[in-house]
């Protein structure tokens, strides 16, 4: 299957190490939606309570976690879709994600939200994968 990941001649991409503006994938077998992570270990407790780095990378963790249990890996991922309380934390964000994404940068969307589903939660990734 293969798959194309890039940004268009033209098109600035200010976080190069961080997403492409597109990905086309062509005749995947199967596609896989990870329902959106939240910084919780495996008993259900906040991870890194107060810190955005260690939130977003308890997040990916736990992505890793379903897409290893669905047959697919992080180099898989094609699309995030990430949803933050404090847009002003950014840089936090971008460091996880450099950490766990190295060479196959998926497309990406960041939204800041009022809240999430319980106070103290401060990030929230869902993603979509291609095998």
């Given at each position: 299957?293969?798959?194309?990941?890039g940004?268009?001649p033209?098109?600035?991409?200010?976080?190069?190490?961080?997403?492409n503006?597109?990905?086309?994938?062509?005749?995947?077998?199967?596609?896989?939606?990870?329902?959106?992570?939240?910084?919780?270990?495996?008993e259900?407790n906040?991870?890194?309570r107060?810190s955005?780095l260690?939130?977003?990378?308890?997040?990916?963790?736990?992505?890793e976690?379903?897409?290893v249990?669905a047959?697919?890996?992080?180099?898989?991922?094609?699309?995030?879709?990430?949803?933050?309380?404090d847009m002003r934390?950014?840089?936090e964000?971008v460091?996880a994600?450099?950490?766990?994404?190295?060479?196959n940068?998926?497309?990406s969307?960041?939204?800041?939200v009022n809240?999430?589903?319980?106070?103290?939660?401060l990030?929230?990734?869902?993603?979509t994968?291609?095998i």
């Open positions: 299957m293969p798959i194309t990941r940004n268009p033209g098109m600035k991409n200010v976080r190069r190490t961080v997403y503006h597109y990905v086309r994938i062509d005749n995947p077998r199967s596609l896989i939606f990870v329902s959106g992570q939240l910084s919780r270990d495996d259900g906040i991870v890194g107060g955005m260690e939130q977003t990378r308890q997040c990916l963790r736990n992505i976690k379903s897409l249990a047959g697919a890996s992080l180099k898989d991922i094609v699309s995030t879709t990430v949803f933050t309380v934390e950014f840089k964000i460091t994600r450099e950490e766990f994404f190295k060479d940068l998926p497309t969307t960041m939204v800041e809240h999430l589903s319980e106070p103290g939660l990030v929230e990734i869902q993603v994968a291609a």
